[in-house]
């Protein structure tokens, strides 16, 4: 059996600096989710709005962000928007207000798939026995449109942690750049470190991810 | 702004755009073929098959592309495999998009009901004449918006291969800032080349979508 290098994961406290930048990491997606889901459920309630100016500049901006892979914005935004308006930003704050734009889009357009899912007999029906249109809203429609959006915000979630892997590009110190330093600091030791540790961070992520996609799942099942 | 940067830069990217298409399709492909085995495998429940297509699945969808092309690229060379960048992102991508491919592809199978496949037997016709002309092409209208923006997600995913230095949009991006501080020049190059390659596929689904909604049955 060829060495694998999974012996430098048990040296010092290379274990607990790897799962600290998981950690990082993973600070980073649940700050940007707490904030961007509530932000996008108000996007994607003034999506369903008339007024046709609003729309549009909403419309641009959400397909703008959404089209963009996640690394252009992370690049934009941390080296232009220093240069631009002269602010210091670290790699961590720049990558929290990246996602936290980007996550909002994603999440008021599944907000707005919700609500358009919801065919309009449910509407007419009820103003057929009588409901105002508060009571429609609150009896009716939201009830349905959280179900159909929770399974789906949940995987936003789990979205979310892994393009986090990305901030390495910007800098941040997260689990990829400890691995490298690990690796870079055992390179006569154990030359086989890369694998054991990259399959270690590998497993990381799948371990944090898939209890998540796992209850996005059962929901759905659930409340179908 | 600075026109002549920009102009001078115009071929590297156009070059950088041309490898990052060229790699996004055929990972796409290899997706393509891989989503269409898992899905047909769990279609069937084929023993023990389904369960490799199961974990395959959930273990390609809960991590990130970046994390496994760096297992690929950095990792495997330590047990003897070693491959080339464009072989590694190719083969990244089509280990992530494989899943999703599948999942965009079962679902659409699955939202046939039985009632239509039964009827299908009923009238004489075989398992073939009933896949054929029946299931796939309800399955294939239902599952196109998935499909679309999956292949989306995927030529978008393509920006990580800077990583495994294969000299795509975002690399020449990257070198040319650090070569010359021309920080704006090259970031708003970047912008327009990956809104040039992602703006057609996009509304390329949503009309292929607005299509296919009447195809849906009882709609």
């Known amino acids: ?224 | 702004m600075n026109w002549t940067a920009i102009a001078d830069y115009l071929p590297l990217y156009e070059k950088a755009a041309v490898l990052t298409v060229k790699l996004g399709v055929l990972g796409i492909f290899f997706a393509i073929i891989i989503g269409l085995i898992c899905a047909v495998i769990q279609y069937y429940h084929i023993p023990v098959l389904k369960t490799i297509a199961g974990f395959y699945i959930e273990l390609s969808r809960n991590t990130p592309l970046l994390i496994q092309l760096f297992f690929i690229y950095y990792g495997l060379p330590k047990v003897g495999i070693s491959i080339s960048p464009s072989v590694c992102g190719v083969s990244g991508l089509a280990f992530l998009g494989g899943s999703y491919m599948a999942e965009a592809f079962r679902s659409g199978l699955e939202a046939i009901e039985p009632i239509q496949t039964e009827s299908a037997y009923s009238l004489g016709m075989s398992r073939m004449q009933t896949m054929r002309y029946v299931i796939l092409p309800q399955a294939f209208s239902i599952s196109v918006p998935a499909f679309m923006a999956n292949v989306i997600f995927l030529l978008k995913e393509t920006s990580v291969f800077s990583a495994v230095s294969l000299m795509d949009l975002m690399f020449t991006a990257k070198d040319l800032i650090g070569l010359y501080y021309k920080t704006t020049e090259c970031l708003f190059l970047l912008v327009v080349f990956y809104l040039i390659i992602l703006l057609p596929v996009s509304l390329l689904g949503s009309l292929l979508e607005r299509r296919l909604k009447y195809a849906k049955p009882g709609a």
């Not at chain 1, 430098?8 to 607990?16: E, H």
């Not at chain 1, 390179?187 to 990259?198: K, L, Q």
Request: net charge positive; hydrophobic share 55%; glycine share 6%.
């Open chain 1, 1 to 224: 059996m060829q060495n694998l290098g999974l012996e430098v994961l048990f040296k010092g406290k290379n274990m607990i600096r790897l799962l600290g930048g998981l950690w990082v990491a993973l600070k980073i997606s649940l700050i940007s989710v707490a904030i961007s889901i509530p932000l996008g459920i108000l996007l994607g309630a003034m999506m369903t709005w008339k007024n046709p100016i609003v729309k549009a500049i909403l419309r641009i901006y959400l397909e703008f962000i959404r089209i963009m892979p996640q690394m252009v914005l992370l690049f934009v935004f941390y080296f232009e928007t220093t240069k631009a308006f002269g602010w210091d930003l670290s790699g961590e704050t720049a990558s929290i207000i990246v996602f936290i734009l980007w996550g909002a889009a994603e999440m008021s357009d599944l907000v707005r798939g919700a609500f358009e899912s919801i065919p309009k007999h449910q509407y007419e029906s009820a103003e057929a026995l009588g409901f105002t249109r508060a009571q429609t809203l609150t009896y009716i429609i939201i009830p349905q449109t959280l179900r159909r959006l929770l399974p789906l915000s949940i995987n936003l979630i789990t979205r979310m942690i892994k393009t986090t892997s990305l901030v390495l590009m910007i800098g941040v110190v997260e689990v990829l750049k400890v691995a490298q330093q690990i690796i870079e600091a055992n390179r006569m030791t154990s030359p086989n470190a890369a694998f054991g540790v990259y399959l270690t961070i590998f497993i990381m992520y799948f371990l944090a991810c898939w209890p998540i996609s796992m209850l996005a799942r059962y929901l759905e099942k659930k409340w179908r």
